[in-house]
Structures are given as C-alpha cells and as structure tokens.
C-alpha cells in the first residue's frame, strides 16, 4: 500500500512539474479565465538572472515575484534563481525563447545578438545621466525597441537598472586612454564593446559574467567593468586592484518574459505581469542607485586604488572611439540611432 501510495505520488509530481516545465506552451487555462485562475491551476514562472542575492537586480526579482503572486492570488507562482544559476543572460534568453524558462532579466548588450537594435544602447557616453536614461528607455523609442523583440519569441515588459559601468584591473592605475594600452579586458558578449575597448588600445575577450571571477583569479584576464555595486556586492575586489571611474557606458537591463508563456496568460494575467515588471523596476532603479553611489568608498575600504578620470582624459576617450560609433550607425540601424539622440535631446530640454 505504502508502495502505491509512492508511486502515485511520484506519478502527481512527474505531472507537475512537466505541466510547469512547458512554460504554459500547451496551456489549457482558456481564454476566459480571470486573473485568480477559476481553474485552480497554478503556473509556475522560473525566473532567473545573473547577479547575486545581494544584488539590486534580485530584490527587484523579490519585489516581482511578491507583486504576482499577491495580484494572482496565487495562481501564478515564481520561483527565482540567482547568481546564474540557469545560465548566463545570453543562454537563459535561449531558453526563454525555447520556452523551459519564463523570465530573465540580462542586460541590452547581449541581446544586440538577438535584435541588433538594442546596440544603441552600447555606444559609449550615450546618456549623460540615469534620469535622461530613464526618460528615453520608458519613452516612445525604448517602448518601439522592446516591441522588437516579439519577433525573437521574447516580450519585453520593462527596463531595469545595471548602471554606469566603471573599469577595474589588477595591472595598472588608469588615468587616461594611454593606460588602456594592452590590458586584457573582459568584455559582455557585444561586438560594439569589443570594437570600441580595441579603439582605447586594450586586449578585449568577450566572455559571460558567470565565468568572469575566475577568469580574473586566474589571470586570464587583467580587468572587467561593470558598475559599483556588481564590482562590489561580486567581490571583484578580491581579484581586482584598481578601479576608475570611466563611466564609458549606461547599461540598462530588460525585464524579459518568454512569448510562448505570455501568450498562454489571460487578458488580465498579462497586465498584472506588465505592471508588476515595471513596479518591481523602479524599486530595482532606485536601490540599485544608492548602491553605485555607496560602494566605491566600500571598494576603497577593501583596499582598491581609486583613479578619477579627468574632464579632459574622458574627451580623449570619447574621442578614441568616435570613428567605432560612425561604423556601428548602419549596423544598428541609421533610423534607431537618430531617434535615440534626439530622445536624448528632447530629455535634456
Ligand atoms: C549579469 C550581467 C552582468 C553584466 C555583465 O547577468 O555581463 O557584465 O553587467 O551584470 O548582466
């Protein structure tokens, strides 16, 4: 009897999780069932991201997951993972698109292989600052471009914060463009980052975060940038020893839900997922931050060298990669790149 009762169990289980594991691709909730799920059956959502639970990015992941399963009263679940525990931006986004994940939250860089567009967002010294950002990305461009994503078999519901990217590397103080000059940097997986880092004189390697701590630790590479907080709350300090406050690039993050489980959801569902994406953004924005401005004393703390970046030495970097931007124009597309930069302008009036 025991015996059955565990097969059966084993049974009910094997079922629910294959029902989950489809993402909702073969949903039978129908179309005119409400938010709560009158059918009592309950979707589970994996979401998942790189960075750890210490991160901005995962409290906003929290703040998601608490809004969705309130506003569905439970009939939607979500499970998060953090610290690339499904795999880094560019193979979670695979899966999303395969529809065995449901939702991850990458930053735009990797997702130019996806939709080339996004690679706006990778010229260097784009956005002067995170409000000029924030009103171009909730605007009507940001809006378009996420629409362009639909024909990836993605939806993208929101943006989110990375930050202004910063430079660390355990060779050298870098104060200026010449102190570029060879250093193995780690760039995201973007062909943009990789042209405009050989424009400054360095050694780039593409390469996904989840395999960056090592590569620093063993040497395989003398430096990385990301924003404060990531060079923090990752402990790159442990394997870094200088950092500048280059500010070469706004890294925005896309909250992204696969196609296939949105499409599965009701009427109702989906608008509960747009808002909760977007509510959990701005709490995500906004803790994320106050971390970037009270980490660099923290990294300082723990024993980096800080070397500002002057006025002019940025112009000389601007200028350095000015000839990569005019290049990248038409593969970004001419259209994209012009209604960014007047957004840009129209957000500075
Ligand atoms: C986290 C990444 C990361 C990004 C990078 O998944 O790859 O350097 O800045 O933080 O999105």
């Known amino acids: 009897m025991k015996k059955l009762f565990g097969l059966l169990s084993m049974v009910l289980l094997i079922t629910v999780l294959a029902a989950c594991g489809n993402g909702g691709a073969e949903s039978s909730s129908g179309e005119g069932e409400s938010a709560s799920g009158d059918s009592g059956e309950t979707k589970t959502i994996k979401a998942g991201i790189g960075l750890n639970s210490d991160h901005p990015q995962y409290k906003g992941l929290l703040k998601f997951k608490e809004i969705v399963e309130e506003k569905t009263d439970g009939a939607i679940k979500v499970d998060t993972y953090h610290s690339g525990q499904l795999g880094d931006d560019r193979s979670m986004t695979e899966a999303l698109q395969l529809g065995t994940q449901e939702v991850v939250v990458p930053s735009t860089a990797p997702l130019a292989n996806f939709v080339p567009e996004f690679s706006v967002f990778d010229i260097p010294f784009l956005f002067p600052n995170e409000q000029v950002a924030d009103e171009v990305l909730d605007g009507e461009v940001g809006q378009e471009l996420l629409g362009k994503l639909e024909e990836q078999n993605l939806v993208g519901l929101a943006y989110w ?89 706004y890294s925005p993050f896309v909250f992204l839900m696969s196609k296939s489980f949105y499409d599965g959801l009701t009427e109702d569902q989906q608008k509960i997922m747009k808002d909760a994406a977007v509510e959990a953004g701005k709490h995500e924005r906004k803790l994320n931050r106050e971390a970037n401005e009270k980490y660099l004393k923290q990294l300082q703390e723990e024993g980096m060298e800080y070397t500002e970046i002057s006025d002019e030495a940025r112009q000389e970097m601007v200028d350095a990669v000015a000839p990569v931007i005019e290049d990248y124009k038409s593969k970004i597309g001419e259209e994209t790149v012009d209604k960014v930069y007047k957004a840009i302008e129209e957000a500075q009036k």
């Open 161 to 249: 914060e990375n930050g202004f990217r910063d430079l660390t590397n355990s060779e050298r103080a870098v104060a200026s463009v010449d102190d570029f000059d060879g250093l193995k940097i780690r760039t995201m997986e973007n062909d943009l980052h990789l042209d405009a880092f050989k424009a400054l004189g360095a050694n780039p390697t593409p390469m996904a975060f989840t395999e960056l701590f090592t590569a620093m630790q063993q040497g395989t590479v003398d430096g990385q940038e990301n924003p404060y907080a990531t060079i923090y709350l990752q402990k790159f300090y442990e394997v870094q020893d200088h950092v500048s406050n280059t500010h070469h690039i």
